[in-house]
Every structure is written in structure tokens, then in C-alpha cells.
Nanobody, 122 residues
Framework: QVQLVESGGGLVQAGGSLRLSCAAS????????VGWFRQAPGKEREFVAA????????YFSDSVKGRCTVSRDNAKNTVYLQMNSLKPEDTAVYYC???????????????WGQGTQVTVSS
């Protein structure tokens, strides 16, 4: 069982930056693929970014590519989503998710955090 806890959300002006953290329990978290998703009010949950557990390869949606990076610190069992040049349309609840399988852009992850709110003001 893996438990995930997101943090780092908040209110930021357009053009600003935030770093979201996803802290995990479990000794083998380094082997897990981790995805970041977001859900805005009235919209479906969408893929934002992901990082592979085995290679550390990263993947991004077109909407955030070039503005976000994702990294992991396996010693701290934590994955980070650095978001720069934030836009009002980035406003959403952001979730991290993990799976002990190959990384995917779909939401077929086994473990999910509770989410953290990101609000970008214009």
C-alpha cells in the first residue's frame, strides 16, 4: 500500500511559479511511476505530467510543456512538479498518483493523493 500526500498549492498571480510536492510512504516508491493530474471545476480530470520509476523519463501534456518540470528525490520518497509562467487556466486541484507499472498518461494509477488547490489570478 502506498499513501500519497500533496502539498505546495496556493494562490499565485499569473506569471508566477509554484512547486508541488508529492510525498509517499513505502520503501519501494523509487520503482513507482508517478503522474500528476488536475481537475478544474466543471471539467474532467486531465493529465499534466509524469515521471517513470525505472528511467526517470518525464512526460508532459501539451498545455504545460515548456513551463513545467517533474523530478523525484527517492531518498525523500518525494516527487515534485515545478510549474512556471502560470496562467489562470492552470487553476485546478492537482493530484499525484502512483503505480508500480510502466508510466502512463491515462489515469489508470493505483494510488492517489487527496489533491492540492492551485489558483492563478489574472
Amino acid at each position: 500500500q502506498v499513501q500519497l500526500v500533496e502539498s505546495g498549492g496556493g494562490l499565485v498571480q499569473a506569471g508566477g511559479s509554484l512547486r508541488l510536492s508529492c510525498a509517499a510512504s513505502g520503501r519501494t516508491f523509487s520503482a513507482y511511476a508517478v503522474g500528476w493530474f488536475r481537475q478544474a471545476p466543471g471539467k474532467e480530470r486531465e493529465f499534466v505530467a509524469a515521471i517513470s520509476g525505472s528511467t526517470g523519463n518525464t512526460y508532459f501534456s501539451d498545455s504545460v510543456k515548456g513551463r513545467c518540470t517533474v523530478s523525484r528525490d527517492n531518498a525523500k520518497n518525494t516527487v515534485y512538479l515545478q510549474m512556471n509562467s502560470l496562467k489562470p487556466e492552470d487553476t485546478a486541484v492537482y493530484y499525484c498518483a502512483a503505480r508500480a507499472r510502466i508510466v502512463t498518461r491515462t489515469d489508470s494509477y493505483d494510488y492517489w493523493g487527496q489533491g492540492t488547490q492551485v489558483t492563478v489570478s489574472s
